[in-house]
């Protein structure tokens, strides 16, 4: 298994703010997973971020507005640039083992007001 | 193109009552197939998958490749089974999982 802490659990921002996301993992893996869930909606992809190269991003979702770092194999975050009311989501990061079981982080609950 | 379909987005029984949790699936190759639960309050977690072939807390899916389906299915529901079920094919090891929309089960005592 994989144990994922991801902080801040919560936040609230002011529009046009920034926030840093971080998820760390227990074990060494190659990929870690950004997903974003809206309210009452299932969870989408945001990005996969490799250690050692950029991350990819998913069709609507762009780097210059969710930059991602991946310094090492058990750490990644996730930025949140110049929010706005529609950015307020619940953000997780997520790994996947050797079976293919995927770990999730808590989640991170943003409001942007 | 890759998709899941849960169709149900809300699902209520009775305590005791059979449950069926539908998901229906359109992927290339051979996916391997997942549920995963959130219970209130906690992070989603891996349930069961298709290739296990187990049963997990009372709960089975079997994978119907002809009507690409991995309904997920128990005989007699619980309070403590009310959760989000969400269902996600996986292509391959490296592959990022595609979740369903979700069904909210609500066992009702």
């Known amino acids: 298994s994989a144990v994922i802490s991801q902080k801040p659990s919560r936040d609230i921002c002011q529009r046009g703010t920034s926030l840093t996301i971080q998820c760390q993992v227990d074990s060494q893996v190659t990929m870690m997973f950004w997903y974003r869930q809206q309210p009452g909606q299932s969870l989408t992809l945001i990005a996969t971020a490799n250690q050692g190269s950029e991350a990819t991003y998913e069709s609507g979702f762009v780097i210059d507005k969710f930059p991602i770092s991946r310094p090492n194999l058990t750490f990644s975050t996730l930025t949140v640039s110049n929010m706005s009311p529609e950015d307020s989501s619940i953000y997780l990061c997520s790994v996947l083992n050797m079976n293919t079981e995927a770990f999730f982080g808590q989640g991170t609950r943003l409001t942007v007001v | 193109a890759q998709r899941v379909t849960q169709p149900e987005k809300l699902l209520s029984v009775f305590k005791g009552a059979p449950v069926e949790l539908k998901c229906n699936y359109s992927?290339?190759?051979?996916?391997?197939l997942f549920w995963y639960v959130q219970y209130s309050r906690q992070r989603l977690q891996l349930l069961l998958r298709?290739?296990s072939r187990e049963s997990i807390k009372g709960f089975t899916a079997d994978l119907n490749k002809g009507e690409t389906s991995f309904h997920l299915k128990k005989p007699f529901a619980q309070e403590e089974d009310s959760a989000m079920y969400y269902c996600a094919p996986s292509n391959s090891g490296n592959t990022p999982l595609v979740f369903g929309k979700g069904t909210r089960l609500s066992v009702i005592a």
């Open positions: 298709h290739i």
């Open positions: 992927y290339s190759g051979s996916p391997e």
